[in-house]
């Protein structure tokens, strides 16, 4: 297949080209939050499967008098901010895009927990490799609600082509640069998705 081809080759490619970056910025994480430098968490695939998602690290593990992790907003420091914002949290995922577990453009891989709670329209998102980046991503990122995001990520299921992957990762880059829509004016983390408030936001 195309798209997979293509996604080996500008991954394999793009981890070459940015591994002095790779390395800088590992050591600055390890530096400013300690270890471990990766995230690792379980999100959903191709077909709603199980993979787990790698990125840097950008949070302290601080919790409360209960042991219970303190709200993202509080756990978020500047440096881990700056790494959202210029989406080199995100670099790592290049290994799953290489793996086989994601695209280079796809829908984001959400939550496992939002599985069940997705209409027959909405889990169609699932039926391509979830993406680095995606069509939601450059159209609102997390400045729109999780019906429009939704609606984006299914509109990009039934309109793919290579020609719009690459229309999207030119996009990407010029969001990325000018940090667009990255958070709320507060900088908390969006409300995670409950399915029957289809007005919330949530953060990729």
């Known amino acids: 297949m195309i798209k997979r081809f293509l996604d080996i080759v500008i991954a394999s490619f793009a981890l070459t080209l940015l ?3 790779y390395l800088y910025v590992a050591y ?25 998602m ?3 690290r950008s949070m302290h593990d601080a919790i409360d008098a209960q042991g219970n992790p303190l709200p993202d907003i509080k756990r978020l420091t500047p ?8 989406s080199l949290d995100e670099l790592p995922e290049l290994w799953n895009v290489i793996k086989g577990d994601m695209s280079i ?3 984001r891989p959400l939550l496992m927990e939002y599985l069940p709670l997705y209409n027959e329209e909405q889990a169609k998102r699932h039926h391509v490799r979830p993406g680095m980046t995606g069509h939601a991503q450059v159209n609102g990122r997390n400045a ?11 509109w990009y299921v039934e309109n793919q082509s290579v020609w719009l992957d690459f229309k999207i990762m030119l996009k990407t880059i010029k969001v990325v640069l000018i940090k667009e829509n990255v958070n709320d004016e507060s900088g908390h983390s969006m409300p995670k998705f409950t399915g029957d408030k289809q007005g919330d936001k949530n953060g990729f």
Do not use: A, C, Y
């Not at 471990?36 to 499967?49: A, E, N, S, T, Y």
């Not at 440096?79 to 210029?86: I, Q």
């Open 144 to 154: 729109i609600s999780w019906d429009e995001k939704l609606k984006l990520d299914i």
């Open 19 to 21: 591994s002095p970056l």
């Open 54 to 56: 790698i990125k840097f």
């Open 105 to 107: 453009v796809g829908p």
């Open 79 to 86: 440096f881990g901010r700056m790494l959202r914002s210029s």
């Open 28 to 52: 600055k994480v390890k530096k400013n939050l300690g270890t471990p430098v990766l995230f690792r968490q379980v999100r959903p695939g191709l077909h709603g499967k199980p993979f787990e």
